[in-house]
């Protein structure tokens, strides 16, 4: 039997092996058996050219400054580094219309320059390269309390093979607020309250609070309050007290600029002992506790008067408190 009659006979065995089996397939697996048998099993896949003949290369430009601290506190110097960056839309034929950067210019500008100042160094930089135009370090430094915002315009001047020169304007901005991280408190009150022929005088003093916080815009701290108690008896006699106490300080500042101060004061404990001729002395354990204060003013601080009230076992007195808020730069870093 000839070679050919043999291979003949193998596929009309197979194909009517084949048939059989497709009367008991479902209707879609027949098609999708006759599908590959015209397709071709094995078939090598062709790609698609992934550069279309004589389309040109589209580029396009972006600012790209990283991930900028966009809260300062006052006093604080901060660089960013900004840079013009390109970013192929499409990547045509190389030979095609090929271009090359032949300038590259950034101009950065400071919305108000009682804010934030402009303290940069320009650096000449080198010849522009295609894939990052343009990069520069900036250098400011927070004088001022408030928002404000650095403009940025770029200018990227391409070249192409067949000689056409096309120009890319960029804008941008980046938002910048700047809040005191350091606050100085002061507090003056003085009570005085009448029991009978005896007289208490009550004064405390903070002089030198200091609340830290952040570029967040929270602070808390603890300072050092001085009392002096004073308490007289008309003819017997009178003692001067100075104690020691704390208070502790917990602020914000809000959206609207506005400085929120809490003030928590320790309980004042001591003795007063006053000696009365011919009668012996009198006094003994005393404490007093003075309600806390909640202060608000603007963020570059101020002064206000508020109510604070002084209780011990025997009298309850109020007085007008003055409170002193003053935002203090922190140190800048050279």
């Not at 391409?158 to 100085?184: A, F, G, M, W």
């Not at 502790?248 to 400085?259: A, F, P, S, V």
């Not at 004042?268 to 005393?286: A, D, H, R, Y």
């Not at 309850?316 to 409170?323: H, K, R």
């Amino acid at each position: 039997m000839h070679k050919q009659d043999r291979l003949a006979r193998r596929w009309t065995d197979c194909a009517t092996s084949l048939s059989r089996r497709v009367r008991r397939m479902p209707r879609w697996l027949h098609v999708f058996t006759m599908l590959i048998l015209t397709l071709g099993i094995g078939s090598v896949f062709q790609t698609v050219a992934a550069q279309p003949a004589g389309i040109p290369t589209t580029v396009t430009y972006i600012f790209n400054y990283g991930n900028t601290k966009e809260a300062l506190c006052l006093g604080e110097k901060v660089s960013y580094k900004v840079s013009i960056q390109a970013r192929v839309v499409v990547q045509g034929d190389p030979d095609v219309s090929q271009y090359h950067v032949t300038n590259a210019t950034l101009t950065e500008t400071v919305q108000n320059s009682n804010i934030l100042k402009d303290s940069s160094t320009i650096v000449p930089g080198l010849s522009p390269s295609n894939d990052e135009p343009f990069s520069q370090t900036y250098t400011f430094v927070a004088v001022g309390l408030g928002r404000t915002k650095i403009d940025l315009v770029g200018v990227v001047v391409t070249q192409s093979n067949n000689v056409v020169e096309t120009e890319y304007t960029l804008h941008d901005t980046i938002s910048v607020r700047v809040v005191p991280c350091r606050l100085k408190v002061i507090t003056n009150a003085r009570w005085n309250q009448s029991m009978g022929p005896a007289n208490v005088k009550a004064y405390a003093v903070v002089y030198n609070g200091e609340m830290v916080g952040d570029a967040n815009g929270y602070y808390s701290g603890t300072a050092q309050v001085v009392w002096i108690v004073k308490a007289s008896i008309p003819g017997c006699g009178q003692t001067n007290t100075l104690k020691l106490g704390t208070v502790e300080m917990k602020g914000k500042i809000d959206l609207d600029e506005q400085l929120h101060v809490d003030l928590d004061y320790q309980q004042l404990s001591g003795s007063e002992i006053i000696n009365c001729p011919g009668l012996g002395t009198g006094g003994g354990g005393v404490f007093a506790a003075a309600s806390p204060l909640k202060v608000q003013v603007p963020n570059f601080g101020g002064v206000v008067q508020l109510q604070q009230t002084l209780r011990n076992p025997s009298f309850s007195v109020d007085t007008m408190t003055y409170v002193y808020v003053v935002p203090v730069p922190v140190p800048s870093k050279p």
